[in-house]
């Protein structure tokens, strides 16, 4: 069995940045190690919020076509194991299309994907046709 590796925020963002020499470089050679079998990177739905966040917040990469865009090419990369691969993507969509948190993008993804309802307070929610959110305190049966 190959050996897997839970992956950090800082290795995505090193990677897609470029903006280390040295930890660039050691960022290629394990995705680059993971695109050829030798291992996995297992991806989680929170990690791939943070490095939304610091790409944003951090680096000032405020078109969400663009931060999407990178980090759904890194989902889909071969080596890459993401946690909710179908929801992430299509989260990421949702993100890039209405001005929302990725973290609401992400719980309606998932929503609908379950075929549940998001019970929230977050009007943003709404945005979306597909999914139909609670408002805690509302009737739900």
């Known amino acids: 069995m190959r050996p897997r590796f839970l992956l950090d925020t800082n290795v995505i963002i090193r990677f897609l940045t470029q903006d280390d020499a040295t930890q660039l470089e050691k ?39 663009q931060v999407a865009g990178l ?29 929302v948190d990725f973290a609401e993008a992400l719980l309606a993804a998932e929503a609908a994907s379950l075929g549940v309802r998001p019970a929230s307070f977050d009007r943003d929610l709404d945005k979306f046709s597909d999914v139909k959110r609670l408002e805690p305190g509302d009737s739900f049966s």
């Open 27 to 65: 960022a290629k050679r394990l995705i680059g190690a993971a695109e050829s079998g030798k291992c996995e990177l297992l991806l989680r739905p929170w990690i791939v919020a943070e490095a939304i966040y610091v790409l944003r917040d951090v680096y000032g990469l405020k078109d969400r076509a």
């Open 71 to 99: 980090l759904r090419r890194f989902v889909q990369a071969s080596g890459i194991v993401t946690e909710g691969h179908d929801y992430i993507l299509d989260a990421l969509t949702r993100y890039e299309k209405k001005n």
